[in-house]
């Protein structure tokens, strides 16, 4: 692999893009940006400022008075409340806007000294149409819920899983329907079959990379 690529991985929720990001940023000494937690990180910022989701106009406003989100991973931004509020602000392309900034910022800033792997839902169809490498993450819904339901009881939290099963299906929706920057394949992705065991996802990954 050559020095400073950009890897994107793009796919459904809980289709493991954070695990596999995180095993690609320490195997391949890529820095590691999650979009997601940037989406999630505005929701619980509006939502504390008591900002009213439905309105854009009403988050268009609030956007003008925050000029810096967390990068970083907060346990609390990972709740399902933050997930049903980062998809319902995802809709809007002042908030769109606002957040792709924020990454591609980043990673000019800080590419020349170490390569990137970002993921999200448009990382490689709009944020970063040059990636050197395009990821397009695949699992089943039914998997999606059991791991997102043993995820959920692992660390503590109570859960349902026709409960969890029921809202990834609407986050699904939403995701791929919204008008702008849905949920997509990126023409140019190697579509990745996520349904069976972590090791034959990332034997599949590494031989990709090894190529760069
Ligand atoms: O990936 P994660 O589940 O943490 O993302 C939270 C929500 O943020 C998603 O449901 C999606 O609606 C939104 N999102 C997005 N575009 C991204 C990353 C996340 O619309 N690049």
Do not use: C
């Amino acid at each position: 692999m050559r020095k400073n690529v950009l890897i994107t991985i793009d796919g459904p929720a809980a289709s493991g893009k954070g695990k596999i990001s995180s095993y690609i940023s320490k195997k391949w000494k890529l820095k590691h940006l999650d979009s997601g937690i940037l989406y999630r990180a505005l929701a619980f910022r509006l939502l504390k400022n008591d900002i009213n989701l439905e309105s854009d106009n009403d988050i268009k406003k609030s956007l003008k008075f925050i000029n810096k989100i967390s990068f970083r991973k907060y346990k609390q931004l990972r709740n399902e409340n933050i997930s049903k509020a980062a998809s319902k602000i995802a809709i809007y392309q002042s908030v769109r806007n606002f957040i792709n900034k924020i990454q591609q910022n980043h990673v000019k800033e800080n590419i020349k000294s170490n390569g990137f792997v970002v993921d999200g839902r448009d990382i490689g169809s709009k944020v970063f149409k040059n990636a050197d490498l395009k990821l397009y993450i695949e699992v089943n819904e039914q998997n999606r819920a059991k791991r997102r339901y043993k995820q959920l009881i692992d660390t503590g939290e109570k859960s349902i899983y026709p409960k969890i099963l029921k809202e990834i299906k609407l986050r699904d929706y939403k995701d791929r329907n919204r008008k702008y920057s849905p949920l997509v394949i990126p023409n140019d992705a190697f579509v990745i079959n996520n349904n069976g065991s972590f090791s034959d996802t990332i034997e599949q990954i590494n031989k990709l990379i090894k190529d760069l």
